[in-house]
Nanobody, 120 residues
Framework: QVQLVESGGGLVQAGGSLRLSCAAS????????MGWYRQAPGKQRELVAS???????NYADSVKDRFTISRDNAKNTVYLQMNSLTPEDTAVYYC??????????????WGQGTQVTVSS
């Protein structure tokens, strides 16, 4: 079983920055893609950013040039650096990790979610 623990959310003023972290642990053989999603009240969950095992990244248009996703493979951790935050970035942020466990079975796990609130 694979567990994800997120941290780093909170309340920040518009224009500020936050850094989210998500650490994976458990029966992990290999981690492939890692990503961050968010869900605002009354809206569907949407992809914010993703990163492959090779380091290729993908961003939602709304966060390009403001957010940066990165990963530390030695720590099985993915990060999301969020700069120039706006009230529209307010949401619960979830990390998502895909890979294979020690029995070589594919897994896809979600973090518990961390609240990001941006005040105007």
């Amino acid at each position: 079983q694979v567990q994800l623990v997120e941290s780093g959310g909170g309340l920040v003023q518009a224009g500020g920055s936050l850094r989210l972290s998500c650490a994976a642990s458990g029966s992990i053989f290999v981690i492939n893609a890692m990503g961050w999603y968010r869900q605002a009240p009354g809206k569907q969950r949407e992809l914010v950013a993703s990163i492959t095992s090779g380091g290729s990244t993908n961003y939602a248009d709304s966060v390009k040039d403001r957010f940066t996703i990165s990963r530390d493979n030695a720590k099985n951790t993915v990060y999301l650096q969020m700069n120039s935050l706006t009230p529209e970035d307010t949401a619960v942020y979830y990390c998502n990790v895909n890979g294979r466990n020690t029995r070589f079975v594919e897994f896809g796990s979600w973090g518990q979610g961390t609240q990001v609130t941006v005040s105007s």
